[in-house]
Every structure is written in structure tokens, then in C-alpha cells.
């Protein structure tokens, strides 16, 4: 089965600086996707990004960036010029051939003025 | 634009009550699934469904019964509610089952409380 493990609980940054939230994860297969979701206060679940495996390139949203590292099996988000609005858990989530979507704990991302 | 509508957004239940928590899309997506989030463990898949009268478990399943009859709709039901599933219940919904990019569209979530 595959894991996904977000090893930072909660995470600070100030306003209009940048922060990386990390995630690794663990799978056998060769194909699969990497998502990034955020859950602002809200509760809604909204897609930040998504990576295909099989692509180098690393996928970029606006100010929201990934660095995916598929021998490392790591895949962090990286955030630019913060955003109060950015406040928000972040789960790191996982989807292989079975189809399934499994999260990790997550992330709480606090933007201070 | 509804996108994926559940109801209620709140419930409080006493320990051995039953209840359905109701789920509907209307983007005629063939996967939906149950998710519950507790502080510190992400979401946990509960059930799933890959179509009208095709459903199988999850990671989390016991205690949860679910159905789907139509496209649409994907009810949870919790037949006889315990502490224990005090959660934050969420509701997803996907085009296909079987495209690995495809994105999941979440209800805004039920806050259920088991006293």
C-alpha cells in the first residue's frame, strides 16, 4: 500500500516571503500522480497542483511551484511571496493505479502580517 | 454550479443513533467516496464508488454502510453512531475512476459530533 508522510505538522511564514512544505511517499509503481491540496479555515478542499511521475519538468501554478524528486520519491510545495490568504492546512496526496486517492496528515501553513 | 453538495454541515447524534449523511453531484462523475479527517491523521477513505450499484470498501470502513443507486447521489450511512466516529466527514467526487490526473471535487464537509 502506499504511504504518504508530510513530516512537518505546522509551519510559519511571514507575508511576501517563500516556504516549502515537504512530502514523501512510498510506492512500487512507476506511474502514478502528486497532488497538492489546501483546506483553508473554510474547510473547503481546494487542488493547488498536480504532477504526473513520468514528467521531469516540475509543475508550477502562479506562485505555487513543486519540486519533484521521483527517486527520492520526495515532492515538496513551495510557496512564493505569501499570501494572508494562504493560511491553510496542505495535505500532500497520492494516486497510483488503484485508482485511489491517499492523503497525508498535513501540513498547517500560518501567513503572519 | 453546484458541484458536490452534502448535507447536513452539522449534526450531533447520541451514541446508538442512526443517521445518512446525504452526498450529490451533478457533474455526472462516475467515482465518488467518503472521506473522514481527524486532527492529526489527514483523510482516510471509507468507502468509494466507480459507478451506479458498484461500491467497495475503503481504508476505514467499519461501522459505515453506503449505496448508489444513481449517478448522482452516494449516502453514508452510520447505522448505529459511537464516539469514535466524531469526525469531519467529506464527500469527493471524480470524473473517472480510471484516469490517475483526474481531480477530486469535495463537498464542503459534515462536522458530526457522537455524545
Known amino acids: 500500500a502506499q504511504t504518504v508522510t508530510q513530516s512537518q505538522p505546522e509551519m510559519s511564514v511571514q507575508e511576501a516571503e517563500t516556504v516549502t512544505l515537504s512530502c514523501t511517499y512510498d510506492?512500487?509503481?512507476?506511474?502514478?500522480?502528486l497532488f497538492w491540496y489546501k483546506q483553508p479555515p473554510s474547510r473547503q478542499m481546494i487542488l493547488v497542483i498536480r504532477q504526473e511521475a513520468y514528467k521531469q519538468q516540475n509543475a508550477t501554478e502562479n506562485r505555487f511551484s513543486v519540486n519533484f524528486q521521483k527517486a527520492a520519491k520526495s515532492f515538496s510545495l513551495k510557496i512564493s511571496d505569501s499570501q494572508l490568504g494562504d493560511t491553510a492546512m496542505y495535505f500532500c496526496?497520492?494516486?497510483?493505479?488503484?485508482?485511489?486517492?491517499?492523503f497525508g496528515k498535513g501540513t498547517l501553513l500560518t501567513v503572519n502580517p | 454550479n453546484a458541484g458536490v453538495t452534502q448535507t447536513p454541515k452539522f449534526q450531533v447524534l447520541k451514541t446508538g443513533q442512526s443517521m445518512t449523511l446525504q452526498c450529490a453531484q451533478d457533474?455526472?462523475?462516475?467515482?465518488m467516496s467518503w472521506y473522514r479527517q481527524d486532527p492529526g491523521m489527514g483523510l482516510r477513505l471509507i468507502h468509494y464508488s466507480v459507478g451506479a450499484g458498484i461500491t467497495d470498501q475503503g481504508e476505514v470502513p467499519n461501522g459505515y454502510n453506503v449505496s448508489r443507486s444513481t449517478t448522482e447521489d452516494f449516502p453514508l450511512r452510520l447505522l448505529s453512531a459511537a464516539p469514535s466516529q466524531t469526525s469531519v466527514y467529506f464527500c469527493?467526487?471524480?470524473?473517472?475512476?480510471?484516469?490517475?490526473?483526474?481531480?477530486?471535487?469535495f463537498g464542503q464537509g459534515t462536522r458530526l459530533t457522537v455524545v
Open positions: 496526496a497520492f494516486r497510483g493505479s488503484n485508482y485511489k486517492l491517499t
Open positions: 457533474m455526472n462523475h462516475e467515482y
Open positions: 510506492t512500487s509503481e512507476n506511474n502514478y500522480y
Open positions: 469527493a467526487s471524480s470524473k473517472t475512476p480510471r484516469a490517475m490526473n483526474t481531480e477530486a471535487f
